[in-house]
């Protein structure tokens, strides 16, 4: 089935305190031309043979008609304990300009593929060359049947499909539709901050697949929410370790985060890179101390300067106007864009966690969403929001 944006609470909507403008839909949405589509695979019950609690995520920084018309963009990794396929080519070039997917840890074969079909029908110009798609996976093994195919390319094109402006869902939708985020249930999360550039506005986004760190590290604006919750664990209860013996490969802190920057501010590839080196520090606020078994990988990517940074084939001579131009903001200049990064990871990270809904898995494996009348009570949030 596909995920489509629908009226969810939000981590605003309970009191916590962020810093920083966002934009209309706080959002990476808001960033022009942005689209955002799910594919989300909840099949079976928890005592069925097969339960599928697992999807796909597609980001197209410039929407489906942009495909191919390339993105100055720049990765980091703060831990390689995970996967984000084209990445040797992004930092080879510069420059991104297929849709991003991202799935669970042993779907990335199957998402990789759906992004070439979709090309290749509807960008055939683009596929005739080469390409090489952005894939990231984080590690939903305790709900989902991980190793029972459940994503298929067919997913990857639907999310593809689906992508649109707008308001976003989050939680259990999508890519993050299986994952765990601090003990808690976790997924899909995002934000985005406006900065002002002279007489410019640009808007900084921000989409994390959220599924790392430990319950005891959790904390939002400051207050210890992790260490003062009465949920229960069950991700972190090392019974289910016993219980499942030579299948259980997961332990606290562990499952990886993937994080994708999307800016229309006019940057140079390295400043991209720079933007995505920021992104830790928003994941810090909230926590987490980048756990050894953790892949937490980052993208960040401008649609400024449009028709720049291309990498096509020659099929004639140079001819009278043989370079490409490309403007940017001053490297002197670029602190605010850190910093809108910085704000809106943090709170991508706890929209995230509040858009979140318990769920139940394979073999009766189960999670619990991060109670939101005990954030509430943390920042006297509205009381007339869902529980």
Not at 35 to 63: H, K, N, S, W
């Amino acid at each position: 089935m596909t995920a489509t944006p629908h009226p969810h609470v939000r981590a605003r909507d309970l009191g916590v305190p962020f810093d920083g403008t966002p934009g209309r839909w706080n959002a990476i949405t808001d960033v022009p031309g942005v689209e955002v589509g799910y594919a989300t695979i909840v099949e079976g019950a928890p005592g069925d043979d097969l339960v599928a609690r697992t999807g796909v995520t597609a980001i197209l920084p410039r929407g489906r008609e942009g495909a191919g018309i390339p993105c100055a963009a720049g990765i980091h990794s703060l831990n390689g304990n995970g996967e984000l396929t084209g990445r040797s080519w992004i930092e080879e070039s510069g420059s991104l300009t297929l849709p991003i997917g991202i799935t669970n840890s042993h779907a990335v074969g199957a998402v990789h593929t759906g992004i070439d079909r979709w090309a290749h029908e509807v960008h055939p110009g683009l596929a005739a060359e080469w390409m090489l798609p952005v894939v990231g996976e984080t590690w939903d093994g305790y709900l989902n049947q991980i190793n029972a195919g459940h994503v298929r390319p067919e997913h990857a094109i639907l999310a593809i499909e689906s992508a649109a402006s707008g308001p976003v869902a989050e939680g259990n939708v999508g890519g993050g539709t299986g994952m765990n985020c601090y003990g808690f249930k976790g997924g899909s999360g995002t934000a985005s901050r406006v900065v002002a550039f002279g007489d410019e506005t640009h808007t900084v986004g921000v989409f994390l697949q959220a599924n790392f760190g430990s319950r005891y590290e959790l904390r939002l604006a400051g207050a210890p929410l992790g260490r003062e919750t009465a949920a229960p664990n069950p991700y972190e209860d090392l019974e289910w370790f016993v219980r499942d013996g030579a299948r259980a490969r997961v332990r606290a802190g562990s499952g990886s985060v993937i994080g994708i920057v999307v800016t229309d501010a006019p940057l140079l590839p390295g400043q991209c890179e720079a933007l995505a080196r920021r992104v830790p520090l928003g994941l810090a606020r909230t926590g987490t101390s980048g756990s050894h078994f953790s892949g937490d990988i980052f993208l960040a990517c401008s649609t400024g300067n449009a028709g720049a940074f291309t990498s096509n084939i020659p099929t004639g001579a140079v001819g009278d106007d043989p370079y490409e131009t490309a403007r940017y903001v001053p490297w002197g200049r670029i602190d605010p864009y850190f910093e809108a990064v910085v704000q809106a990871t943090e709170e991508a990270v706890a929209n995230a966690l509040v858009g979140a809904r318990d769920m139940v898995g394979r073999d009766g494996h189960a999670n619990v969403a991060l109670p939101h009348h005990e954030v509430r009570a943390a920042f006297g949030g509205r009381a007339d929001t869902a529980a």
